[in-house]
């Protein structure tokens, strides 16, 4: 059974930092390409940033571009997002996702001061 836990949401004031984690289990991590994503109060899924298997190539949406950071570590079955120069528009619920198959239960981060 796939399962995906994610974990280090929280609340922090604007200029701040978090990092979230997921932990996988139930598939051979290592193979998969891995993605964040999130969705605002209100608001539909948006994609955040995306990692191949290999950990070597990356992307970001253009909105968290230079401020979040994608890394895995396949000996641990974790991906991770370092959140930096947090704003108040990130807020949202953000999902690791196997994309286009699976998704985690979601870890809450609010950006407010």
């Known amino acids: 059974e796939v399962q995906l836990v994610e974990s280090g949401g929280g609340l922090v004031q604007p200029g701040g930092s978090l990092r979230l984690s997921c932990a996988a289990s139930?598939?051979?991590?290592?193979?998969?390409?891995m993605s964040w994503v999130r969705q605002a109060p209100g608001k539909g899924l948006e994609w955040v940033s995306a990692i191949k298997s290999g950990g070597t190539g990356t992307n970001s949406a253009d909105a968290v571009k230079g401020r979040f950071n994608i890394s895995r570590d396949n000996a641990k079955n974790t991906l991770y997002l370092q959140m930096n120069n947090l704003k108040p528009e990130d807020t949202a619920v953000y999902y690791c996702?196997?994309?286009?198959?699976?998704w985690g239960q979601g870890t809450q981060v609010t950006v407010s001061s």
């Open positions: 139930g598939f051979t991590f290592s193979r998969d390409a």
């Open positions: 996702a196997i994309p286009a198959a699976y």
